[in-house]
């Protein structure tokens, strides 16, 4: 009776729905907490702006250097690469500093603009087209501010996205 | 529950205790209260109720906060850019204003007509006042010299891209020909602001960067 009392109070059912609402809202906002974090739309865009990121940066890297911090600015370009461009940069690395020395310059870069180009986020991949100005200056004369466009390709490491190919966008070589 | 299970089952053990007819009596008032007791067993639940009810408002509260935080993963600034994400918007959108560029950036002396019907097709806004100005210069040097351009985009990027608008950044080469002379190449680096305009996108914006 006094149970079948219980049961028929409106009061206890409003209770009883609100908790099994509460119960679903608690799911549902779980699962969609859990799908936001494995939303590939969401990952894909975060990898793409990390990309790009970590290449205008590794692209200034690439392209500033003063001879009187020889050691650190080539340990950046080191850091700032993987693959075969590493190997290479490991490789001629004395050969490089012996003529910077020599000449004593000092490079800085500006990033003017830059764009991921492509994505692999499974591959890890991904090629990025910046834009930046370079002024070299040596002992003599003034210094030489240059324009500079460059395409590279970018692999990810376990330390994040890294240089493995640099270049600058071929001028002319598309011009019938 | 039990003291009363207890004190039914064994009324000898009450009898035994006749001297204890007040705790009798005590117990028979205890019966009406027993009485009010299942009222009470239905209100007995008072805690239960209350930690129901805390319950639910923390299930809410809990359902809540991880909504918020999952809309939160979803909408950041990286996933309002478009680009790359919709890899056909961006496709679309990289070919449009590259074509563009390259059919308003090339002409000829006898061919001038027809790269200013293409800016009217392709350049929009501010693009097409800037474009305009600057080509009544164009379409006579072009007949005064004899001088060709051709124009070839090397590599375009979305740098953001939305349902309706872009910004992209373009590398792009220069031949000029004039008759008679070596052609000469000239790179030249653009940002570009596009919006989607019936179906096309038009260049709204031209910059050098």
Redesign the interface.
């Known amino acids: 009776m006094a149970r079948a009392g219980t049961t028929r109070n409106p009061l206890v059912i409003a209770a009883t729905a609100l908790a099994v609402v509460a119960a679903a809202a608690a799911g549902w906002g779980g699962w969609d907490r859990y799908d936001a974090s494995h939303d590939d739309a969401a990952s894909y865009a975060q990898a793409r702006d990390d990309a790009l990121a970590a290449g205008e940066q590794a692209v200034q890297n690439m392209n500033t250097l003063d001879h009187r911090t020889l050691e650190k600015g080539l340990d950046s370009w080191e850091e700032s690469t993987t693959g075969d461009l590493h190997r290479q940069l490991v490789e001629g690395r004395d050969a490089f500093a012996e003529q910077i020395v020599a000449a004593k310059t000092v490079s800085t870069a500006k990033v003017l603009s830059g764009a991921v180009t492509e994505l692999d986020e499974r591959a890890g991949r991904a090629g990025v087209m910046v834009a930046l100005r370079v002024t070299v200056a040596a002992p003599k004369g003034e210094p030489a501010v240059k324009e500079s466009r460059m395409l590279g390709t970018l692999t990810r490491t376990a330390e994040g996205w890294k240089l493995s190919a640099l270049g600058q966008a071929p001028v002319g070589s598309t011009a019938g | 529950m039990n003291e009363r299970t207890a004190l039914e089952s064994k009324p000898v053990e009450d009898e035994d205790r006749a001297d204890d007819a007040e705790p009798d009596s005590q117990e028979s008032p205890e019966g009406p209260e027993g009485t009010d007791g299942?009222?009470e067993?239905?209100r007995r639940p008072r805690w239960p109720?209350i930690l129901?009810?805390l319950?639910?408002?923390?299930?809410?509260a809990?359902?809540?906060?991880?909504?918020a935080?999952?809309?939160?993963?979803?909408d950041?600034?990286?996933?309002a850019?478009l680009?790359?994400?919709d890899a056909e918007a961006t496709t679309r959108v990289t070919g449009d204003v590259s074509n563009a560029l390259g059919r308003i950036f090339s002409y000829g002396p006898d061919a001038t007509a027809l790269t200013k019907d293409a800016a009217r097709q392709v350049l929009a806004g501010k693009a097409l006042q800037q474009y305009a100005a600057l080509f009544g210069q164009v379409e006579k040097q072009a007949a005064d010299q004899k001088l060709t351009l051709?124009t070839?985009v090397?590599?375009?990027?979305?740098?953001r891209l939305t349902g309706s608008s872009a910004h992209?950044?373009v590398?792009l080469?220069q031949?000029y020909e004039r008759r008679g002379r070596p052609?000469t190449?000239a790179?030249a680096?653009l940002?570009v602001t596009a919006e989607l305009r019936d179906g096309q996108w038009r260049i709204v914006e031209i910059g050098s960067?």
């Open positions: 299942t009222d067993h239905g109720r129901g009810a319950l639910t408002v923390a299930l809410l809990t359902g809540g906060a991880l909504f935080e999952g809309q939160q993963l979803r950041t600034p990286a996933t850019n680009a790359l994400t051709t070839h090397v590599r375009a990027g979305v740098t992209l950044l590398f080469d031949v052609a190449t790179s680096q940002s960067i």
